[in-house]
């Protein structure tokens, strides 16, 4: 599943980068999958990992105030300056760094520097540093400060914040009275829902009387965005001498209290119910591709099947185009050694040897002057041709005007694959013509009289002579097929005792032919075809509708046997 998420996840950051005017719908989406990544990236960590407690907040609300209230020191930075905070910052409380060194598994490829060296140029940074200090309010745990998320720079930061907001066993949201019911802040909640992790809201900068209208409002507000109990709230009163929040005495147990909410033999659920509160969204594009993608395949499919009946029509059946039967009527006369000819192929014994050899040098030139090979290039300029019209009406959809633009440009290169391939079609077919012949020949020597008669008559010398040159470049196919000579021994041969074997030849014969122009020429084509719009997308991983299905199909099992993808 890790894998499967950030394939997703790449997909929009590519949708982002392409289409910046389009970034609303994009951004949250792009968002939800970069929290569910590192969600499961802890999720592979999570029996090694120390106990993470994560500040989150708008600009100015005092996290890094509140920071330093909760670890007892001064490590964080604090500034008036919204937005001071641009990366992840972790202190180590009761910890050694050694306890920490998973981080880097987790945060990759972030770097991980010192306080010190952090850039406010570069957002892929966090810092741990170890707390000298025991503070009374925490247990042994990394704290997190994290930048803000609803400033107008906040989405070049944003990965960070949401990467350690995934780590969290505990969130602590730090508002202002000014802040708490801003729609970023509680967009952000819902967000996080699914993660089911221990809250405390911090109410910070309040003024003495206002704690109770504004905890009222907090509950009403929660009630509108979360389905889950209203979480504990530590009121923090302004204190204008220190400028610091303080948390009263009774308080200093809070989040120890909270900690034991924490329960990480969960995660593998809360995993699964991220994914599934998402999955129809984040999934929806794929969705609507695989629609274009097989309605494309079923147009491809008609318009080569509708290919195969003409070529069945145009050459298969028609009277006076189909030469391949005649092809075999001439391997035939080579074998059957007229005397009167026989002369011309003195120094082979077998000639049919000879006509193999002729044939392996002229077999290009063959399919040059086939007709069959004509009807076939009419078919696949019809294919295209139907396609680029089809494709003129459909504009529902972006990938449908990619793929037209995507035919458009590989029109020429699709032409000449399909002559590279008809034309290999072509030489492979003569052994099937080779074996015809030899079946034929086989059946004369079974009738003794009707072989001697061939070989005495005129004509049979006269066709074994244009066969001959056939092979040695002085005709073509089709001036072979309508040879008075060649038709009066076809129709002799048919009228002859063999004559219904005859038949049957050339019925096999078409039925193999036809086989082979399928599965040689027009399903590789077809395959070309229905490639097209995964190569429109060549820089964004494409998912198949099996590698969604494999995905949905862990849905049904129990959580602690959610297969990784």
Same mark, same amino acid.
């Given at each position: 599943?890790?894998?499967?998420?950030?394939?997703?996840?790449?997909?929009?950051?590519?949708?982002?980068?392409?289409?910046?005017?389009?970034?609303?719908?994009?951004?949250?989406?792009?968002?939800?999958?970069?929290?569910?990544?590192?969600?499961?990236?802890?999720?592979?960590?999570?029996?090694?990992?120390?106990?993470?407690?994560?500040?989150?907040?708008?600009?100015?609300?005092?996290?890094?105030?509140?920071?330093?209230?909760?670890?007892?020191?001064?490590?964080?930075?604090?500034?008036?300056?919204?937005?001071?905070?641009?990366?992840?910052?972790?202190?180590?409380?009761?910890?050694?760094?050694?306890?920490?060194?998973?981080?880097?598994?987790?945060?990759?490829?972030?770097?991980?520097?010192?306080?010190?060296?952090?850039?406010?140029?570069?957002?892929?940074?966090?810092?741990?540093?170890?707390?000298?200090?025991?503070?009374?309010?925490?247990?042994?745990?990394?704290?997190?400060?994290?930048?803000?998320?609803?400033?107008?720079?906040?989405?070049?930061?944003?990965?960070?914040?949401?990467?350690?907001?995934?780590?969290?066993?505990?969130?602590?949201?730090?508002?202002?009275?000014?802040?708490?019911?801003?729609?970023?802040?509680?967009?952000?909640?819902?967000?996080?829902?699914?993660?089911?992790?221990?809250?405390?809201?911090?109410?910070?900068?309040?003024?003495?009387?206002?704690?109770?209208?504004?905890?009222?409002?907090?509950?009403?507000?929660?009630?509108?965005?979360?389905?889950?109990?209203?979480?504990?709230?530590?009121?923090? %009163?302004?204190?204008?001498?220190?400028?610091?929040?303080?948390?009263?005495?009774?308080?200093?147990?809070?989040?120890?209290?909270?900690?034991?909410?924490?329960? #990480?033999?969960?995660?593998?659920?809360?995993?699964?119910?991220?994914?599934?509160?998402?999955?129809?969204?984040?999934?929806?594009?794929?969705?609507?591709?695989?629609?274009?993608?097989?309605?494309?395949?079923?147009?491809?499919?008609?318009?080569?099947?509708?290919?195969?009946?003409?070529?069945? #029509?145009?050459?298969?059946?028609?009277?006076?185009?189909?030469?391949?039967?005649?092809?075999?009527?001439?391997?035939?006369?080579?074998?059957?050694?007229?005397?009167?000819?026989?002369?011309?192929?003195?120094?082979?014994?077998?000639?049919?040897?000879?006509?193999?050899?002729?044939?392996?040098?002229?077999?290009?030139? %063959?399919?040059?002057?086939?007709?069959?090979?004509?009807?076939?290039?009419?078919?696949?300029?019809?294919?295209?041709?139907?396609?680029?019209?089809?494709?003129?009406?459909?504009?529902?959809?972006?990938?449908?005007?990619?793929?037209?633009?995507?035919?458009?440009?590989?029109?020429?290169?699709?032409?000449?694959?399909?002559?590279?391939?008809?034309?290999?079609?072509?030489?492979?077919?003569?052994?099937?013509?080779?074996?015809?012949?030899?079946?034929?020949?086989?059946?004369?020597?079974?009738?003794?009289?009707?072989?001697?008669?061939?070989?005495?008559?005129?004509?049979?010398?006269?066709?074994?002579?244009?066969?001959?040159?056939?092979?040695?470049?002085?005709?073509?196919?089709?001036?072979?097929?309508?040879?008075?000579?060649? %038709?009066?021994?076809?129709?002799?041969?048919?009228?002859?005792?063999?004559?219904?074997?005859?038949?049957?030849?050339?019925?096999?014969?078409?039925?193999?032919?036809?086989?082979?122009?399928?599965?040689?020429?027009?399903?590789?084509?077809?395959?070309?075809?229905?490639?097209?719009?995964?190569?429109?997308?060549?820089?964004?991983?494409?998912?198949?509708?099996?590698?969604?299905?494999?995905?949905?199909?862990?849905?049904?099992?129990?959580?602690?046997?959610?297969?990784?993808?």
């Amino acid at each position: 599943m890790l894998e499967f998420i950030f394939l997703l996840r790449q997909r929009y950051q590519i949708a982002l980068n392409s289409n910046p005017s389009d970034t609303q719908n994009t951004q949250s989406l792009f968002e939800q999958l970069t929290l569910a990544e590192a969600f499961f990236r802890k999720g592979k960590l999570i029996q090694t990992l120390p106990l993470q407690i994560v500040i989150i907040g708008p600009t100015q609300a005092g996290k890094s105030s509140l920071t330093n209230v909760f670890l007892q020191s001064q490590n964080a930075g604090v500034s008036p300056l919204a937005g001071y905070t641009v990366h992840p910052q972790g202190f180590c409380h009761n910890l050694k760094l050694s306890d920490c060194s998973n981080m880097a598994d987790y945060f990759a490829p972030f770097t991980q520097v010192t306080t010190e060296e952090l850039s406010k140029h570069r957002f892929d940074f966090y810092s741990l540093t170890k707390i000298e200090t025991s503070s009374h309010f925490l247990p042994a745990c990394i704290f997190w400060d994290t930048p803000d998320f609803d400033s107008i720079d906040s989405t070049d930061y944003r990965e960070g914040v949401l990467k350690t907001i995934a780590l969290a066993d505990v969130i602590i949201l730090a508002v202002s009275k000014e802040k708490y019911a801003d729609q970023t802040v509680w967009d952000t909640l819902k967000l996080i829902e699914p993660l089911r992790q221990p809250t405390l809201i911090c109410v910070n900068k309040l003024s003495e009387g206002s704690e109770a209208i504004i905890l009222e409002s907090l509950k009403e507000k929660w009630r509108d965005y979360r389905r889950d109990n209203f979480p504990d709230v530590l009121p923090l %009163l302004y204190q204008q001498t220190t400028k610091a929040p303080d948390i009263s005495p009774t308080q200093n147990q809070i989040l120890f209290n909270l900690v034991k909410k924490v329960q #990480r033999e969960k995660h593998a659920r809360r995993e699964q119910k991220l994914v599934q509160t998402h999955w129809q969204e984040w999934t929806k594009p794929i969705r609507a591709e695989h629609v274009v993608i097989q309605a494309w395949q079923t147009l491809v499919d008609s318009v080569i099947e509708q290919a195969l009946k003409n070529y069945e #029509r145009d050459y298969l059946n028609h009277p006076h185009h189909y030469e391949t039967f005649k092809q075999a009527i001439a391997e035939l006369l080579l074998l059957l050694e007229i005397p009167s000819v026989a002369k011309m192929m003195m120094f082979v014994r077998n000639p049919f040897k000879k006509l193999r050899r002729l044939l392996g040098k002229s077999s290009s030139n %063959l399919a040059k002057t086939s007709n069959e090979i004509t009807v076939l290039t009419q078919s696949v300029n019809h294919i295209l041709i139907e396609l680029a019209h089809q494709l003129s009406d459909k504009n529902t959809q972006s990938l449908w005007r990619e793929i037209s633009e995507e035919l458009r440009q590989n029109r020429q290169m699709l032409l000449n694959e399909f002559n590279h391939t008809a034309e290999a079609y072509h030489q492979n077919f003569q052994q099937d013509v080779e074996q015809a012949a030899k079946g034929l020949y086989a059946k004369l020597e079974e009738q003794p009289i009707v072989l001697n008669s061939l070989r005495a008559t005129r004509v049979t010398a006269d066709a074994a002579i244009i066969a001959l040159t056939l092979y040695t470049g002085g005709i073509g196919l089709h001036d072979l097929a309508i040879a008075p000579a060649m %038709l009066m021994l076809t129709n002799f041969l048919t009228e002859s005792a063999i004559g219904s074997y005859m038949k049957k030849v050339e019925t096999d014969l078409k039925t193999q032919q036809f086989e082979a122009v399928k599965t040689q020429i027009f399903d590789v084509f077809s395959q070309r075809l229905n490639a097209l719009p995964q190569q429109i997308t060549k820089t964004t991983p494409y998912i198949s509708p099996e590698q969604l299905a494999a995905v949905e199909a862990t849905f049904n099992e129990k959580p602690h046997g959610l297969r990784l993808f």
